[in-house]
């Protein structure tokens, strides 16, 4: 997979300014939903951030041909851009052994990572971020997932995007279960501030 930004087609100035503008919110969307799916063996030898800057390089290439630019499609065509970047992973790692149902199941883990943040959404009515569009709730919590400690964004994501529960968690992570329920308290605290400061 190529990893210089600088091989993008070259454009006008407005056009690429105009492409960042409209990508660049999804980053920590994409974050959320590729970490969501890297098991923890492979999350060794590929790191979350370098997946979701190659998702973009793709879409950028690809964004002349998006007709529908509302947000709920934008986030669809990202995510089918991304599941396609997972499956290069998994062939690529997983050489001597291809898991097919894996790879035909990526698009649907992806949108059920998605839709878990959705329902995080609708069920924290206390937030003032309520205001906003659920879209752009969505897009803002997943930006603030990124702004927390590792180990709580860890157990965060295992939870709320892989519904995951406290028991799995921390059989997974090898934290005992008041480890696990003391990261998740943090982090989701910590998360309501920052949506909280996002748009007071």
Do not use: C
């Amino acid at each position: 997979m190529p990893n210089d930004s600088s091989d993008k087609p070259s454009s006008p100035e407005k056009s690429v300014e105009f492409d960042g503008e409209l990508l660049e919110p999804y980053r920590g969307y994409l974050w959320a939903l590729a970490s969501a799916q890297l098991n923890r063996r492979i999350q060794g030898k590929v790191d979350a951030s370098d997946i979701v800057q190659q998702t973009l390089l793709r879409a950028h290439s690809g964004l002349k041909g998006l007709r529908d630019h509302s947000p709920g499609a934008i986030a669809a065509w990202l995510r089918t851009i991304l599941a396609a970047e997972m499956v290069d992973i998994l062939r690529h790692y997983h050489r001597d052994k291809r898991d097919i149902d894996r790879e035909k199941s990526i698009v649907q883990d992806l949108d059920q990572s998605s839709a878990g943040l959705e329902r995080w959404i609708e069920a924290d009515q206390s937030s003032p971020s309520m205001i906003a569009s659920r879209n752009e709730q969505m897009l803002l919590l997943a930006n603030a997932i990124l702004q927390i400690p590792a180990d709580q964004r860890e157990v965060v994501v295992m939870k709320h995007l892989k519904g995951k529960t406290l028991q799995q968690i921390a059989e997974e992570t090898r934290r005992t279960t008041a480890s696990v329920a003391g990261l998740l308290r943090r982090g989701l605290a910590r998360l309501r501030e920052l949506m909280d400061d996002s748009i007071n």
